[in-house]
């Protein structure tokens, strides 16, 4: 997708969804399970099967525009979920079973079926009604449209929505949750002692290595420029960001810890350097394993709820989309992202 140019797309009716069915029926036929011969050095030649299906890895931007979901724009903003909904929605349901977006236990999540999802798009193509097709698009998290991926029967099983990825470099890196969880306790650290040169200062000059740069003040300053903290997420790139969030821990253990100031902050700080480890391991893990799963899926839920405590108002929709990180984990036994081909890296 990343070699078709906007312009062209926005041409094209329905365009992101054409372009991908497009490259589906190339890569994805029905001869694919034939699979194709490989040749190993040595001389072995192996048998390669391919599946049937297909994975779409991206982030929230390339999914609304391919698949016509409404995301935050909707009362429903995961389609992936049939009881989360936005922010001031989920007071009106006395069963418990609606659960708002800032919901901070995985096991609490009641995944929809891809076939309750496609129920759902059907549904849609019979209503007659404009007013009621806008209420029934906003309620389900869906935008109907005639010629959308999913209308089309073959491409629902080459690419169904359980197979549709978030990329964890824009959920956590990428003005994603860490970014959101760095700018928000500067912004408190600020408003408690009147300036974050108090913190930044302390930081200048120390021999820090981040990825691919040596220990060298200047990069230390690039990372803590005031600009980048301006704002409710970091400014910087995705790795600027995984370098950032270790330099800010090293100065709270440094200046802060004991100290019994920020402590709600500093406890969800804390939750989220012990997540930042853990994904470190898994970027370079080999197979990804049901244990693997099972501690990322409980350091988010640990994340989140010292996160709500610290900043009840300030969740956004990434903080639930990794949730469905753990399923990624579980389908692919991998971590995949797209860092290795975003160019501003």
Known sequence: MGALRKGLIDKVKS????????????WVDDDTESGMDLRLFGGKTVRVQLRHS???LSDAEAQRATFNIRGAAGIKPCIRCKNIVAKGYGVVDNTGFFQEINCAQYHQLSIASDTEIFAAIDHLATITSKKKLEQLEKSSGINFRPHGFWNDPAQRDRLPPS????DPMHIFWSNGTVSSEVNLFMMAFQKQFGTIGLLTDALIGIGFESAGKSPKTTHVKKLLNHKLFDGPVYKGSARDCGSV????WFAIQTLLVGKHV??????????????CRTIRRLVYSTTVTENDALLFSS??????HAFNVAYPDETRPKHHQRHHLVESLRALKHYMHCEAHAAFL
């Not at 365009?15 to 190339?26: C, F, I, M, P, V």
């Not at 920020?262 to 997540?275: G, N, R, T």
């Open 15 to 26: 365009g992101h969804a054409q372009a991908t069915s497009a490259l589906l029926r190339l």
């Open 54 to 56: 297909g994975y779409f």
């Open 163 to 166: 197979h549709v990825l978030g």
């Open 245 to 248: 969030i270790w330099l800010i």
């Open 262 to 275: 920020l402590q709600k902050e500093i406890a969800s700080f804390a939750a989220c350097i012990d997540l």
């Open 299 to 304: 350091q988010i839920d640990r994340h989140q």
